[in-house]
């Protein structure tokens, strides 16, 4: 009996492992709430390219709060719509610039918060910017629409970082 003990307590171990695991978390939102957040950053590109602030306020929540990447802090959709209106009045006149944005991922919080990200990038680059990077948001389910509550997006700087894969030369 001594030596089944061993036995059947490593038995009982391995088959109660399985139970004692964490399980994959289950999807929060639906497919059609998800695919509605994944929408958001294409109508952002195309609010962004036609330099629609008023379409642009209409994808980020009465409440949306942020800091940007300057330590600026925006609070609410009409600091928002007017910082972008200021973006666009910092472009050379007559520049249209194109945007593409696409979602990486939607992770949720809970059935009516999620945080979303993915990549942007704008054609041609405003000099000295550069064309590309990433955002993530924060968004939120109000009524039935999705709206984002803060959102940062982040530029692409290794164009502008020296190569230091490639050996000096004297």
């Known amino acids: 009996m001594r030596n089944r003990l061993p036995t059947l307590l490593a038995a009982l171990a391995v088959f109660m492992l399985p139970s004692c695991s964490p399980s ?11 695919q509605a957040i994944r929408e958001i950053a ?4 195309a609010a962004y390219a036609a330099k629609d602030t ?18 600026a802090h925006t609070q609410g959709r009409a600091a928002f719509t007017a ?7 910092m472009m050379p006149a007559g520049m249209s610039m194109g945007m593409t944005a ?13 945080v979303a990200g993915g990549t942007w990038e ?14 993530t948001a924060v968004v939120v ?19 502008m970082m020296p190569d230091t894969t490639k050996p000096k030369t004297p």
Do not use: C
């Open 83 to 89: 910082m972008a209106a200021k973006d666009f009045a």
């Open 122 to 135: 704008t054609s041609p680059a405003m000099p000295p910017m550069p064309s590309k990077g990433s955002w």
């Open 54 to 71: 008023a379409a642009l306020g209409a994808l980020v929540a009465d409440d949306y709060e942020t800091v940007e990447a300057t330590g």
């Open 24 to 34: 994959a978390p289950a999807a929060i939102g639906s497919a059609s709430d998800e």
């Open 42 to 45: 294409g109508k952002y590109a």
């Open 141 to 159: 389910k109000q009524g039935d629409s999705w709206k984002m509550l803060s959102a940062l997006g982040a530029a692409d700087m290794s164009a």
């Open 102 to 114: 696409s979602t990486t991922y939607v992770r949720w919080i809970d059935a009516n918060h999620a």
